[in-house]
C-alpha cells in the first residue's frame, strides 16, 4: 500500500470529464483531477456515470482540461483540505472521515456526484413540503377550526406554536443524527410525519378531540427539524461547491412552498366548519405519499465528491464552544432567526390580520401564497447566480434592508383595502417574499463556509431552531396585542404589525456590519478555498 506520483505516461490513462471536479485515486490505478479552481465560473453539477467503480479504462467526456496523473509503487501522498479553524484534533472532536486522502490506497477514491443524489434531492424537498404544509394545516382556516373544535382562534393558534416549539425541544437530537449522516434523519422525519398526520386525522373524526389533534401536530412539529436542518448536510455530502447553493435553495425553501400551498388550497377545502375531518384526511394522504420512498433513498455516494467532504470535522462539543464565541456566526444568527421568526408569526396569522378589514379568507390565502411564490421564483433566479459568484455579503446586504423595510410599510397595508383593494398588502408581502427567500439559503450556506469544518448540520439546525422558537414567541406576543372586540375595527393586530416592524428594524446594522472594524479576514470562504487548495496541490506534484 502506497505509491509515488509521477507525470502520466503510457497508454492506460484516460483524461475525465475535464468540466468537473474529480479525483480518482486508487492503489496502482489512475489519479484524476478535475480542475476545481475555474469551476466557480463553469455550469452547475454535471452527472458522473451512476456506477461505484470508476476503471482508468474509462472514456473521458466533455472538454479535456482533466489532468491525469500516473500511480506507481512507492511512498503515498496525502492531500490535506485546507482550514484555518482550529484542528478537530487539538478541539477534542472526532473527525466525520478519513483525515487525508491516500493515493496509496488499495481502493479507488473517487471525487465526482452521482445522477442518484437527485432521488435524494427530491425526496428531501417534498419532506420539506409536507412539513410544512402540516404546520399551516388549520391556520388559514382558524374561524371555522375555532367551530369544529369548540374553542377560539387563540387556541387554535397554538397548533402552530407548538409545531415551532417542538422544533427547538428536540434540536439537540437532531444534531446528533445528522452528525450520522442525512438518510437517518429523513428517515426518522418520513416516520414522525405518517404517525402525526394520521393522529391528527384520528382525532378530527373521534368527536373533534382538540388534544389529540394537537398531540398529533407536536409530533409533525417533532419531523420538521430533521428535514428543514438537513440540506447543507446532504449538499455537503452529495454536491460540489458549483451546486450546493442551488441544493440547499431547493430543500430549503421548499418548506415555505408547502406554507404556501396550505395557504392557498386548505380555504378553498374548508367552506364550513364540518368540512375540517376531509381536509385533515387530504392532507394526510398526500403526507404519505410523500414520505413512503424516504426509506428507500441512498445513504451516501459510493466516493467523496470533493476533499471537503472528507475533511475532518469537529465534534460537537467543540463545535458549539468555537461557533458560540464567533463574532460572525452572532452578526448572521441573530437577524436570520429574528427575520425567519417573523415570517413563520406573518404566516401563521396572516388571515388574522386581514380579515378585520374586509379581507376573505380566499383573499387572504393568496395574499400568504404571493408571498412564498414570490420568493421562490426570486430564489430560482438568484441561488445559480450566487452558486457561480460566491457573491454571498452583497445578497445579504441587499436583501436585509428589503425585508426590515417591507415589515415596516406592511404596517399600513391591511387598512388600504377600502382605497386599494388588495393591492397594497399583495404587492408588499410580494416584495419581503422575495428578498426574505433569497436570503434564507445565502445565509445558511454561508454559515457552513465561514464555520468550515465544522460540520453543517450544527450550524443549520442552530440558526433554524433560533427562527423557530422565536416564530413561536413572536405568535404569543402578537395574539396577546391583538385589539378587543370594541376596537375599530374589531380584533384589528395593528400593534402587532408594529412590534413586527419595530423588532425587524433593531436588528437590521447586525448584517450590515459583517467584515467592517478590521474583520475582513474572517469572512473567507473556508469551505470552497479547502477544495481549491487540496486539488491545486495535486497539481503541483504532477
Known amino acids: 500500500m502506497g505509491g509515488s506520483i509521477s507525470a502520466p505516461k503510457g497508454p492506460g490513462w484516460q483524461a475525465l470529464k475535464g468540466d468537473e471536479d474529480e479525483v480518482v485515486v486508487g492503489g496502482g490505478g489512475v489519479v484524476a483531477e478535475r480542475r476545481v479552481a475555474a469551476a466557480a465560473s463553469a455550469g452547475p453539477d454535471e452527472d458522473d456515470e451512476d456506477d461505484d467503480t470508476t476503471s482508468n479504462k474509462k472514456k473521458g467526456r466533455g472538454s479535456s482540461d482533466a489532468v491525469a496523473v500516473q500511480h506507481e509503487r512507492g511512498t503515498s501522498h496525502h492531500l490535506m483540505p485546507y ?156 454536491f460540489t461547491n458549483r451546486g450546493r447553493v442551488g441544493a440547499t435553495a431547493l430543500t430549503t425553501l421548499a418548506n415555505p412552498f408547502g406554507a404556501a400551498l396550505g395557504q392557498l388550497i386548505v380555504p378553498f377545502w374548508v367552506n364550513a366548519p364540518s368540512d375540517i375531518p376531509s381536509m385533515v384526511l387530504w392532507v394526510s394522504l398526500i403526507s404519505t405519499v410523500s414520505a413512503l420512498p424516504s426509506f428507500f433513498i441512498p445513504a451516501a455516494p459510493p466516493t467523496p465528491v470533493a476533499p471537503s467532504a472528507v475533511t475532518p470535522k469537529l465534534g460537537l462539543g467543540a463545535s458549539a464552544r468555537i461557533l458560540f464565541g464567533q463574532v460572525e456566526f452572532w452578526l448572521l444568527f441573530v437577524p436570520f432567526a429574528v427575520y425567519v421568526g417573523f415570517f413563520n408569526s406573518v404566516s401563521s396569522l396572516l388571515n388574522q390580520i386581514m380579515e378585520p378589514h374586509g379581507y376573505s379568507d380566499e383573499e387572504a390565502g393568496i395574499a400568504g401564497a404571493l408571498l412564498i411564490v414570490v420568493g421562490l421564483v426570486t430564489s430560482a433566479v438568484t441561488s445559480p447566480i450566487i452558486d457561480r459568484t460566491k457573491a454571498f455579503l452583497p445578497a445579504i446586504r441587499i436583501a436585509a434592508p428589503l425585508i426590515a423595510l417591507s415589515y415596516l410599510v406592511f404596517i ?131
Open 412 to 542: 399600513w397595508m391591511p387598512a388600504t383595502r377600502d382605497a386599494a383593494g388588495v393591492a397594497g398588502p399583495y404587492v408588499v408581502l410580494s416584495v419581503l417574499g422575495a428578498a426574505s427567500f433569497s436570503m434564507v439559503p445565502v445565509v445558511i450556506e454561508y454559515l457552513v463556509e465561514l464555520t468550515h469544518p465544522i460540520s453543517p448540520e450544527v450550524t443549520s439546525t442552530i440558526a433554524w431552531s433560533g427562527g423557530q422558537l422565536l416564530g413561536g414567541i413572536f405568535i404569543v406576543i402578537s395574539g396577546a396585542l391583538k385589539a378587543g372586540s370594541g376596537a375599530a375595527p374589531p380584533y384589528d393586530m395593528h400593534k402587532a404589525l408594529v412590534f413586527t416592524a419595530v423588532v425587524a428594524m433593531a436588528v437590521l446594522p447586525l448584517p450590515l456590519c459583517l467584515g467592517l472594524f478590521g474583520r475582513a479576514d474572517k469572512l473567507r470562504l473556508r469551505r470552497v478555498r479547502s477544495d481549491e487548495l487540496a486539488l491545486a496541490r495535486s497539481r503541483e506534484i504532477v
Open 83 to 238: 482550514t484555518d479553524a482550529v484542528s478537530p484534533a487539538s478541539a477534542g472532536g472526532a473527525p466525520a472521515g478519513p483525515a487525508s486522502l491516500d493515493v496509496g490506497s488499495a481502493t479507488p477514491e473517487v471525487f465526482k456526484v452521482y445522477k442518484r443524489r437527485w432521488f435524494g434531492l427530491v425526496q428531501l424537498t417534498l419532506l420539506n413540503i409536507i412539513a410544512s404544509w402540516d404546520w399551516l394545516t388549520f391556520s388559514p382556516v382558524s374561524g371555522h377550526a375555532a367551530h369544529y373544535f369548540g374553542t377560539d382562534e387563540t387556541t387554535i393558534n397554538w397548533l402552530s406554536t407548538a409545531f415551532m416549539f417542538s422544533f427547538v425541544f428536540i434540536t439537540p437530537l437532531v444534531i446528533y443524527v445528522l452528525h450520522l449522516g442525512p438518510k437517518p434523519s429523513i428517515v426518522t422525519a418520513a416516520a414522525l410525519i405518517l404517525a402525526g398526520n394520521w393522529i391528527r386525522y384520528i382525532g378530527c373524526r373521534a368527536g373533534a378531540r382538540f388534544g389529540l389533534v394537537m398531540f398529533g401536530q407536536i409530533l409533525t412539529g417533532l419531523a420538521q427539524p430533521f428535514v428543514l436542518a438537513a440540506p447543507t448536510r446532504y449538499s455537503d455530502l452529495w
